[in-house]
T-cell receptor, first 115, second 114 residues
Framework: GAVVSQHPSWVICKSGTSVKIECRSL??????MFWYRQFPKQSLMLMAT?????????EQGVEKDKFLINHASLTLSTLTVTSAHPEDSSFYIC???????????FGQGTRLTVV | AQSVTQPDIHITVSEGASLELRCNYS??????LFWYVQSPGQGLQLLLK??????LVQGIKGFEAEFKRSQSSFNLRKPSVHWSDAAEYFC????????????FGDGTTLTVKP
């Protein structure tokens, strides 16, 4: 299956700072990347969809100015949590867009803790 | 809009016993259906998937699932549970054009008693 590398796997930051999460597709080109957020004991919720070379599409209720997504190349998409607050503490997971009749692949996830 | 329901929040079974985790979906067309397992602090691992064809699908670790269109269900089963199966299980539905954009159920936590 496809290899997706997400970095860092965990990060602790101070309130008010920004954190960047990288998601790389190592063995295929991803024109689309899906970013999910998972709060403790909850399910994964789609936050946004990034498209290589164009603006990301955000789900309802997700602040685009707070969660900056960049999809600069076919193998790299980044999510930056700006001015992080404790309520942003969560598990963030990326998933490259898959074509029809293929399964989804997920990064290992990033555990963000804002103190 | 599509939705996925996992009626059981938490299930406890004894090691060696059989297991069935329920999943119901609401979707206007034939869905792509998935079951994932997640250990604490870890990412998702695909157990099995259904796209079309045989409605009984086999997955990894001895799991299987059956797609029942009439019941809009895709229940996960295992005949004999091992202690290492204790984890969180998610059922998911995707558009047939892009499996990466999935709608997930709320998950079922499986506890295995010795």
């Amino acid at each position: 299956g496809a290899v997706v590398s997400q970095h860092p796997s965990w990060v602790i930051c101070k309130s008010g700072t920004s954190v960047k999460i990288e998601c790389r597709s190592l063995d295929f080109q991803a024109t689309t990347m899906f970013w999910y957020r998972q709060f403790p004991k909850q399910s994964l919720m789609l936050m946004a969809t990034s498209n290589e070379g164009s603006k990301a599409t955000y789900e309802q209720g997700v602040e685009k100015d707070k969660f900056l997504i960049n999809h600069a190349s076919l193998t790299l998409s980044t999510l930056t949590v700006t001015s992080a607050h404790p309520e942003d503490s969560s598990f963030y997971i990326c998933s490259p867009g898959a074509g029809p009749n293929t399964e989804a692949f997920f990064g290992q996830g990033t555990r963000l803790t804002v103190v | 809009a599509q939705s996925v329901t996992q009626p059981d929040i938490h299930i406890t079974v004894s090691e060696g016993a059989s297991l069935e985790l329920r999943c119901n979906y609401s979707y206007g067309a034939t869905p792509y259906l998935f079951w994932y397992v997640q250990s604490p602090g870890q990412g998702l691992q695909l157990l099995l998937k259904y796209f079309s064809g045989d409605t009984l699908v086999q997955g990894i670790k001895g799991f299987e699932a059956e797609f029942k269109r009439s019941q809009s269900s895709f229940n996960l089963r295992k005949p004999s549970v091992h202690w290492s199966d204790a984890a969180e299980y998610f059922c998911a539905v995707a558009f047939n054009t892009n499996a990466g954009k999935s709608t997930f159920g709320d998950g079922t936590t499986l506890t295995v008693k010795p």
